[in-house]
């Protein structure tokens, strides 16, 4: 019996080990190899339903294939949990003739007709051949991404696993940039917040997340929508009334110079005009007192700034 155990931290507790439980042999069938003749790390999927589960796929192949247990090593579900299902240092049933040579890595479901690993499943796929590519000393052959074939590259082989949209998401399983990559609906929060300035609403965000826009578009509708003008508009309105502002403030200013003129025009008038009387406290001179009619002009100014509508 061979058991090699692995531990791989970027999986975390998205790695589940389940040779000891699931049907068949996962520690001796089909027979023992020796891990420096490992030369590939080979990718395929299920063809089945989404929901198949690693029981399911052993059973499977125990009851009709008639084998001693699992076919591949490695099974990673939709949710990207990585199942160990079948011990490295065992040969499994995965690539015609050259079992020897693999690591047969399964992903369930079937990628044929458009249909693609979800953004969990490539990014587990990710880290688990970065482990054996850059982490795994053992594997001597396994030193770079180019070993990492879908099962139809593979020599003399005639299948179209792992499905025809394997060249398009092979690109982001090596890049890594499945769950990595900020999900669509944060990316759709952040454009609320930067064009819209404020968090979503759920009923916008729900139909922009599921809706076929893609975030370049989303932006644009956006930028385009009525909401981001009037919030443009908006500043250049405390723009233009700040500006009546100042010149307010400057008439006020040479109304106060022309009042404080009068004051010594009128003080001048009476030390010549001796005799008459000086009133200051006498609110029937109002008439003809100039002094009262510049605090009425500059009265009726600030209402015409700060009440409009009330100046009829
Ligand atoms: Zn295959």
Redesign the pocket.
């Known amino acids: 019996m061979a058991k090699i155990d692995l531990t791989i931290p970027s999986l975390g507790n998205k790695f589940i080990d389940l040779r000891d439980t699931i049907p068949g042999d996962s520690y001796n069938w089909s027979w023992v190899r020796s891990l420096s003749g490992v030369n590939y790390l080979?990718i395929?999927?299920t063809a089945g339903p989404d929901t198949q589960t690693p029981e399911q796929i052993a059973n499977y192949h125990i009851n009709s294939n008639g084998w001693g247990g699992i076919g591949y090593h490695f099974l990673i579900a939709k949710d990207g949990t990585v199942y160990y299902v079948g011990d490295i240092s065992t040969a499994r049933a995965?690539?015609a003739n050259l079992n020897d040579a693999v690591i047969g890595i399964?992903l369930t479901g079937n990628f044929t007709s458009g249909r693609v690993p979800t953004d969990e499943q490539l990014d587990s796929a990710h880290k688990l051949c970065d482990f054996f590519i850059n982490n795994y000393p053992d594997l001597s052959n396994v030193k770079s991404w180019d070993v990492v074939l879908g099962?139809k590259e593979l020599p003399g082989q005639s299948?179209t696993?792992?499905g025809d949209n394997w060249p398009g998401w092979r690109v982001r399983f090596v890049e890594g940039s499945g769950s990595s990559a900020p999900d669509r609906g944060a990316q759709i929060s952040e454009l609320y917040r930067e064009v819209l300035g404020r968090d979503p609403d759920m009923g916008g965000l729900h139909s922009y997340t599921n809706g076929s826009m893609s975030i370049d578009q989303i932006m644009y509708s956006m930028v385009e929508s009525e909401e981001h003008k009037q919030l443009v508009r908006a500043p250049s309105q405390v723009d233009s009334l700040q500006t009546t502002l100042a010149s307010v403030n400057q008439q006020v200013i040479i109304l106060q110079e022309t009042l404080q003129e009068r004051e010594k025009e009128i003080a001048d008038l009476k030390s010549r005009t001796n005799h008459l009387p000086v009133t200051t406290d006498e609110p029937s001179s109002s008439k003809s007192d100039p002094t009262l009619t510049i605090f009425q002009a500059l009265f009726n100014l600030y209402k015409f700034v700060f009440m409009p509508g009330k100046v009829s």
Request: hydrophobic share 20%.
């Open positions: 080979a395929h999927h995965n690539v399964c099962h299948t696993c792992p």
